[in-house]
């Protein structure tokens, strides 16, 4: 299984960026997608799930502000991120939950909000 993450970057505070995550190599049905970011000197932290029915789940620092979407043909994930603060800035990882048990990771995006 790979993911493709896509869509970091730099974004000054108050802006918007959206991340995308692709995943290949499926032989089993992907349960859950979500994306998780880790900041130097921190540890990694879940930023938004979505399971394949669609339900949803935020991280509290996050609600109201990022919106987490799912592609179920094309076994994509997306992650907008609107009033983009410097607190947000952070490494952010995909992943992937399959439904034979195993736990799948993107190698990261680099996502920067600063004027």
């Known amino acids: 299984v790979q993911l493709v993450e896509s869509g970091g970057g730099l974004v000054q505070p108050g802006g918007s960026l959206r991340l995308s995550c692709a995943a290949s190599?499926?032989?089993?049905?992907?349960?859950?997608m979500g994306w998780y970011r880790q900041a130097p000197g921190k540890q990694r932290e879940l930023v938004a799930a979505?399971?394949?029915?669609?339900?949803?789940n935020y991280a509290d620092s996050v609600k109201g502000r990022f919106t987490i979407s799912r592609d179920n043909a094309k076994d994509t994930v997306y992650l907008q991120m609107n009033t983009l603060k410097p607190e947000d800035t952070a490494v952010y990882y995909c992943?992937?939950?399959?439904?034979?048990?195993?736990?799948?990771w993107g190698q990261g995006t680099q996502v920067t909000v600063s004027s």
């Open positions: 190599g499926i032989i089993f049905p992907i349960n859950t």
């Open positions: 992943n992937a939950k399959l439904s034979s048990g195993t736990n799948n």
């Open positions: 979505i399971t394949r029915g669609g339900i949803t």
